[in-house]
């Protein structure tokens, strides 16, 4: 006998605490490509979070996060060993603020970031979390996330040629970009067989 | 689960028959006055046609308000072999109640083409059982008599759930049908519980919206069958 | 009722953490659900309006943009305007402010929604939004082919606001002269603007639609809709992050859930009784930080239809559709 799932309080329960869980998310967002990424970004780094503070700031009593950076490795802008930049939202004694689809991070995280802003001001990750790559190190081996979109046309899922990148070829892939250098035309136009 | 609603159904339909052996095996009833019949019980099988139905593809709103589809698809009731079974109450010498039961297990078959992503066209299908319920009128055109064709009409009405594996019920509509065919008495009798047998054949349309079928219409599918009927 | 069932919710989010999740079905915020209670939603507008757009444009489009979302007939959502204030979004004061704002630092974000919680109780404090007024806007009851409508954009924040996450459902493309833009979506909420001129955001759809009804049920919503659940493995492991979409052959909606579960599980619901397609597909062309966030996302795998057809009966859900994906 199969299973029959009906809904009950306990369900919506459920599916309540099923929510709970769910990711934060969301802002209307006018997307760059990623050689315009890289050509606008003033910092572009890779590094692993070693701290996260929220503060309360300006006129305004918004809350949000200084990130510090422990630099690996600066593709663009001048380098340093460590770099501070701001994310919205944090926590600030009991209160919590989150902007809805702005990145959060978390001491340990490795990243590749891409940062726009001038001193004095604390840069920001381009785009929110569109300047904002992931690093995923799993048995031995390292991916980026997401993947790279490259070339012009209708960029479709599951494309075979668009994969995680190991941290040393996405480096390669920014400074392609920033060479100006035509990455490969990956359109997807020609659906393989499968 | 499944099963034993259709076993109660067709126990429904055999109570009188059992309740026939039964009185059999008491002793011998004194004769009694001829009766008319008061209803018939029949039990067939047959064929439901396959139906297309009105799909809808997979679209996008593209940026300028149009569709951008996503994959298309068209989908199809494939035919399935119902089971049915009538209960026929006459009216009068020409006219009948009917309230029909059946089951089927049609698949429903879903292709899917021009994926935006370039995924291989496929099909998808699901088995569903297909119950319905109905009343309807049977008109027939001479009167019976033993191994003498009766040619008839009939329609209905009635309803239709579509349930999936479990008893899970999926939808439920409205179920049409119309067309004809004939009864052939084997055999007559004017005493007893049992007053004739015979074989049925019937052959129509079947009309349902809801249920399997689609929202802006509903499916037509040819339907034939034949029965063995009691007649009591 | 709505204060004990949030208060459930919270207690369970407490409890158990992630258990599997629908980013468009309601947007978590660590461990609290953002879920109004019909009371407290109330929003004041900022008294001043942005080059094109007055203070009382501004308003009108908000109204119109609130009463899309109050009209779902399948949810029962209302929101009261309080009134102009000079009090600015994300100022943590405790009002739902919503206004034009300078952000030259986010020159990619047209606008923004932030909730205030308390973190120990989950209660909802306050929810801004902000539009930036960077660009360029438009409130005309047409658009303006030049300027980006605001009450599209605002209909998408409001659907932040009242707690729904991102839509994966959209295609787009990079552009012969740089930038990407959106070639179709089917949900307001899909992450990215339709761009200058376009007004289609106005409209909900399915997905967004069955966002909003799940968060907000009216009465005989949850009897009378149904749900597909399932999981999604690769090579015998589950595949987080997998974007799940489930479509109606008869009726072309088109609703997504995402792979979240430790399993790689997913659910989705409030759909219309009957058979569905169920389609996966990697998001290996997004920001994934603006779905969710969770670490070891697999975007390593091939678009997939499940083979069969998946059943949401009525008022319940469906069995599980095991869903195999291959490598790139």
Redesign the interface.
Known sequence: MPNIHYRSPLFLVFVACALVGAPVAATTLVPAEFGQMARESELIVHGTVVGVQAQVVGPRRTIESVVTLQVADTLKGTPAAQTVFRVPGGRIGRLRSVMVGAPQFAAGDEVFLFLKGRAPAIAMPYGLSQGVFRVARSGGKAAVTPAVVTGTGPVTRGDRSRRPLDPAAFASRVRQALDGAAPPDRRRAIPRPR | MKRVVFGVLFFVSFTPFVSLVSAQAKPPAPPRAPSAPRFDVSIGAGILGGSSLDGANADLRGRTGGPLALFTTSSRIAGSVPLEARWTFPLGPRYALEFRAGWARPELRTKIDGDFEGAPPQTVAERFDLYTLDVGLLMVFRETRPRTMVPFISGGAGYAATVHEGLTLLENGVVYRGGGGFKYPLSVRRQGRVKGMGIRGDAGLVFMTGGAATDSGATRQGAASGSLYLTF | MMRR?LL???V??VL????????H?????????VHWDPALARWFATNRGAPGVSAGDFQAALLRAFQTWQDVPTATIEFSFAGFTSV?P????GLSVIGFQDHP????????????????TGAL?EADIFFNSM?EWSAGTGGDPNRFDLQS?AV??I??FIG???SA????????Q?????????AV?F?????RG?I?DRTL?PDDIAGVS?LYPAAGF??ST?GV?GRVRKGGAPVIGA?I?A??????A?VGG?A?GADGDF?I?GLA???Y?L?V?????????????????D??????????????????????ADITV?S?
């Open positions: 069932l459930l919710i919270v369970c989010g158990t953490g992630r258990v599997d999740a629908y980013s079905f309601g947007t978590g915020a660590g461990d609290a659900l600015e994300f100022e943590e004061d630092e986010m020159d990619r974000v047209l606008g923004a929604t932030t909730f205030v919680f308390d973190d120990t404090v660009f954009v998408h924040e659907g932040h729904l996450g991102h459902i959209g295609e787009t493309e990079v552009m012969p740089g930038g990407r833009r959106v070639l179709g979506s089917a909420m992450p990215i603007s339709l761009g376009s289609a759809q799940d949850d009897s149904g659940r974007h979409i479509f109606n052959p008869r009726t072309g088109l995402f979240l659910q619901l009784p009957g058979p397609v389609r597909e990697p998001l290996d062309d997004a920001d994934i930080d603006s779905f969710f966030d969770l670490p070891n996302v975007i390593d795998f091939l678009v997939t239809y499940h083979p069969r057809l998946v059943a949401a009966p009525s008022g319940g859900v469906g069995d599980r291959r790139k």
